[in-house]
C-alpha cells in the first residue's frame, strides 16, 4: 500500500476542496470546493497522480478543465454512471449539470492556466431553496437526487432536465447525505434531524426511518455521506453514536437490523464511500472456497480514514494525520485499486492498493449471479437493463433492442407513457373588468404566452361582477356552449367546456409576467344537509366533463345574459372575433309587474347585442325566477313556485310543459345536447332528454351517499351524459344509467385509494378523474406499510372509473402503470388477461366474438404494440413477447 499526497492538485492559497469524485473510466476525477471568488470545480489527469514518471513530465498535462461558474463555494462533484455527465451543487443554492465538448483547449481568463478540455455547463437546476450538499446519480442515470438545507431531497429526471421526479419533504433538518440502492429500489437520505430515511423509488414514500443510532449526534459535521453496499446488502450511515463514541452505523437490507456498526474514529464521521467492486478471496484453509464481500472507506473529523472490508471484524488499514483537518469525502476508482481522499486544508491524499491487500474483484458475470441469485429479476426491473446479464437471450428480436440500447451508451429507464394535457386552446378564460354588482359572468377571452421552448401557456383571467342591463358592456360574452355557471358566491369552476368561442390574446413571455393577474383559489360552497337554497357550485372535474350553467336571480334587480348561437368554430381554425349579430342577450327581471300587492310578474327576454334594443321575444311567469341555464337550443327558468319551465333560445315558444318538482332547485347541469340534471334541496335527483322529452331518472336518492357529516357540493353530467355527484369530503359517484346504481369514482376515505395518492399527483389535475382525487389525503410515514397487492388493486379501480368517465388519456396512464407494476411483481395471469383483452378473438376461434377495435377513442392493437415494446426490454419475460408478438404477425400487425 503506498499513500502520497500531490502538492500541485489544490484550488490555490489552500482553499477547502469539499468533494472528489473520480471518472467512472479511471482518467481523470473532479473536485469541489472554494475558488477565487466562489465556487471551483477542477477536472485533473489521474497518471500524473499515480505514476511519478508522468508527472514529472511536462507534457503531460496535470489540470484538464478549471469551471468557476458556481457564484458560491462548491459542496459536492459527482459523475454520472456512463461518465458522459457531471453534476455539481453549492451554497448558491444551483445544481448545475456539465458535459464535455469537442471545443479543445482555451486559456483562463485572468491566469496564466489552460483548460486542455472544455466542460460546458448544459442544464442549470435552481428549484432548491438553499445549499446543496450532496448529489446522487442512480443507477440506471435515469435520475439525480440532491439534498439541502432547505430539508428537502429533490428527484431530478436527467432525460428532461430540469423536470423533477419528486420532492421528498418529510425531513426536518438539512439534509447532507444522499445514496441509492445498487439495484434502484430504494433511494437513502441522512439529516441533521437525526434520522436516516429509506424511500421507495416505486412510489416515492418512506421504506423505513432509522433513529436511535442518531440520538445522541450533535450537528458538527459539514456532510453526512452515507453509502450504500455495491451487493446491496449494507447501508453505512455516517456520523452515528454507540456508547457515547462516533461510529458509522451498519443497517441491514434484511429487516433493516441495526446491530452492528464500525467503530474506532475519535470524531464524527463525515463521509461513507463503498468501493463499487464485490470483492473475494480464497480461504487459506480450504483453497478452493472464496469469501465474497465489500470494501468501504471512512472519513472523520479525526482527519483520519480507515478502510473496512464486511468480512472482518476489524479495519483492514487506519490512515491518520494526513491531513491537517476534516476529511470530507472520499472517491474509489472504478478497478477499486485506489482511493482518493480531499479534505477542509485543501488537499487531496491518494492511497494505492497492491495485489491481493483487498482481494480479487467479481467479473461482470459473476456480479449478476449474485444479483440473481439475491434479488432475482431486480437488474431486469423497469428500472434497469444490463445487457450483460447472465440469462440466455432467446429472441433476436430483443437482442437487437439491446444493441440498441447499447449503442447509446445508456441505460433504459421505462417510463408511463406521458400525458398530454388537453388542448388549453379550448378552454373558456375569464377577464376581471371593475363592475359594481354581484353576479358573475365569464368573457370569452384568453391570453395566450408563447414560451422561449416554443410552447404555449394559456393564462386564465379572473371573474368579476357584472352590473345590471344599463351598464353592460358587449365585450362581456359568454359562449353558448360554455358548460360553466356563476352565481353570488365568489367561487367558479375551473372546468373548461368541450368547444368554445374564444378571443386569444397573444403575448410575449415578458408582457405575459407583466400583466397576468393570479387567480383566486376557489372556496367551495356545499349544500348543507339539502336545507339552504342557494345555487352551488360545482367542483370542476376536468374539461370532459359538463358543468353546470346557469345565473341566480337576486331578487327584484334585473339579470342580464348574452348567449352566442353561432355554430362553433372548428378546432383547428384560428381564434377570431365576432362581429356578426350571432350574439343573444338574456334579461331576466323578477318583479317586473306588479299586478297586486302580493302578486307580480316576472320576465325573461331575449334581443340582440347589436340591432334593435326590442326583444326578439319575452316571456312571463308568475313567480320569481331563482335560477335562469341555457344553451345553444333551449332556456332553462326555475321559479320559486317549484315548476322548471323550458323555452326554445330562438322563438321563445314553450318546449315543454311546466315541469312539477318536489322542492326547490339547489343544483342543476344542462348538456350541449339537451340532458338536464336537476338536484333538489331534499336531495332528489331527476334527468331528462329534453330534445326527446323523456325522462332518463327520476326521484332517484342522493342520501345514501351522504355520511355523518358529508354534504354535496356539487352535480354535472360526462360527455356521455352520466350524472356525477361531487361531496365535500372528496367522494365522487356517478349514476350509471345501465346498471341503475351508483358508481364510486373517488373515495378519499379509502385506504386503499390514500395509500396511492402519490401516483395521483403525477397526472395533471385538469383532467377528469384527477381534478376529483385532487383533494385526496396521503397516508403519514408512520403508517405501516402495505402490500404490493394494494396498488394493483388502486390501480385496476382507477381504470374502471376512467372508463366512466370516457377520459382517454387517463385510461392510457393507468393501463400503463398496471402493466409496469405487473412486469415487476406480477402475477402473470393479470398481464395475460390484458394482452388478450387488446389483441382481440382470433381468427382460429371456434366461436366468433365482437369486439370493439378501440378503447375510448384508443386503438386496441396500438395499445399492445406499445404494451409489447415495453416487455421487450426485460429479459425475464421474453417467452411472453414472443407469444404475443408472433400472434401479431399472423394477423398482419408488425412491431
Known sequence: MLIFKPGWVNHEDSKPIFSVDMHPNGNRFATGGQGGSGGRIVVWNVSPVINEIEEDDPKIPKMLCQM????????????????????????????MIWRLTSEGSSSIFGSNKVNVETWKCIHTLNSHNGDVLDLAWAPHD?????????????????????????????????????????????????????????????????????????????????????SWSPDGQYLVSAHAMNGGGPTAQIIEREGWKQDKDFVGHRKAVTCVRFNSNIFKKQSPESPKKSTQFCCCAIGSRDRSISVWLTSLKRPLVVVKEV??????????????????????????ACIMFQGNEIGAPLSVDEKNVLYE?????????????????????????????????????????????????????????????????????????????????????????????????????????ISSDSTQFFSQSDTFSKSSPSKSLIIVEKRTE??????????????????????????VISKAPGNEISQLMCVE????????????????????????????????????????????????????????????????????????????????????????????????????????????????????????????????????????????????????????????????????LTTSNQPILTLNDGRAYSYSLDLQTWVQLSNPLDPVSRSAVSMVKRVPSNLPLASLQRTMPQYRPTDSILPSGVTLSFLESQITATNVLNSAAEYRHWLFAQVNHLLDKGPECRLKQILDNLLGPMHGSVKKIRLDNDILGLSRRKLLLEILNIIRTKLPWQRLYKEYSEQLKDIGETL
Open 553 to 716: 336571480v337576486p331578487g327584484d334587480e334585473p339579470i342580464t345574459k348574452i348567449i352566442n348561437i353561432l355554430e362553433p368554430l372548428k378546432l383547428n381554425a384560428a381564434p377570431t372575433v365576432i362581429k356578426d349579430a350571432g350574439l343573444l342577450q338574456i334579461q331576466v327581471s323578477n318583479n317586473f309587474h306588479k299586478i297586486a300587492s302580493n302578486s307580480s310578474l316576472s320576465r325573461i327576454a331575449v334581443c340582440q347585442v347589436t340591432g334593435k334594443k326590442e326583444p326578439l321575444w319575452e316571456t312571463f311567469l308568475g313567480a320569481a325566477i331563482r335560477t335562469i341555464a341555457s344553451n345553444r337550443q333551449f332556456v332553462i327558468g326555475c321559479c320559486e313556485d317549484l315548476t322548471i319551465n323550458i323555452y326554445d333560445i330562438k322563438t321563445g315558444a314553450r318546449s315543454l310543459p311546466p315541469l312539477l318538482i318536489e322542492d326547490l332547485v339547489s343544483c342543476l347541469s344542462l348538456s350541449q345536447s339537451g340532458f338536464l340534471l336537476v338536484l333538489t334541496k331534499t336531495g332528489l335527483m331527476y334527468l331528462w332528454n329534453l330534445p326527446k322529452t323523456k325522462c332518463v331518472l327520476s326521484r332517484t336518492s342522493v342520501r345514501s351517499l351522504l355520511i355523518g357529516k358529508s354534504t354535496v357540493s356539487g352535480c354535472s
Open 323 to 348: 491531513f491537517d483537518d476534516s476529511v470530507l469525502d472520499v472517491a474509489w476508482s472504478s478497478r477499486g485499486d485506489f482511493l482518493l481522499a480531499c479534505s477542509w486544508d485543501g488537499s487531496v
Open 373 to 477: 441469485r439475491v434479488y432475482h429479476k431486480s437488474l431486469q426491473s423497469s428500472w434497469t437493463l444490463n445487457a450483460s446479464s447472465s440469462q440466455i437471450v432467446e429472441d433476436p428480436e430483443i437482442l437487437l433492442a439491446l444493441d440498441e440500447i447499447n449503442q447509446k451508451t445508456e441505460n433504459i429507464q421505462v417510463e408511463l407513457p406521458e400525458i398530454k394535457e388537453p388542448p388549453k386552446a379550448k378552454d373558456v378564460c375569464y377577464e376581471s373588468p371593475k363592475l359594481k354588482q354581484s353576479i358573475l359572468i365569464p368573457v370569452n377571452k384568453q391570453v395566450e404566452t408563447r414560451l422561449a421552448s416554443g410552447k404555449r401557456r394559456i393564462t386564465p383571467m379572473l371573474l368579476t361582477t357584472v352590473p345590471n342591463t344599463s351598464s353592460l358592456s358587449n365585450d362581456c360574452l
Open 510 to 535: 415578458m408582457q405575459a409576467k407583466k400583466n397576468e393577474v393570479p387567480p383566486k383559489e376557489p372556496s367551495q360552497p356545499v349544500i348543507n344537509n339539502f336545507q339552504k337554497s342557494d345555487t
Open 68 to 95: 468557476d461558474n458556481h457564484l458560491a463555494c462548491v459542496n459536492i462533484v459527482r459523475w454520472s454512471n456512463n461518465g458522459h455527465l457531471l453534476a455539481s451543487g453549492s451554497d448558491d443554492k444551483l445544481v
Open 142 to 226: 435515469g435520475w439525480l437526487a440532491s439534498g439541502s438545507v432547505d430539508n428537502t431531497v429533490i428527484i431530478w429526471n436527467s432525460h428532461k432536465f430540469p423536470e423533477k421526479v419528486a420532492v421528498l419533504k418529510n425531513h426536518t433538518g438539512f439534509v447532507k447525505g444522499v445514496t441509492w440502492d445498487p439495484v434502484g429500489k430504494y433511494l437513502a437520505s441522512q439529516s441533521d434531524d437525526k434520522s436516516l430515511r429509506i424511500w421507495r423509488t416505486s412510489d416515492w414514500n418512506q421504506q423505513e426511518v432509522v433513529l436511535d443510532p442518531f440520538q445522541d449526534c450533535s450537528a458538527t459535521t459539514h456532510v453526512l455521506r452515507c
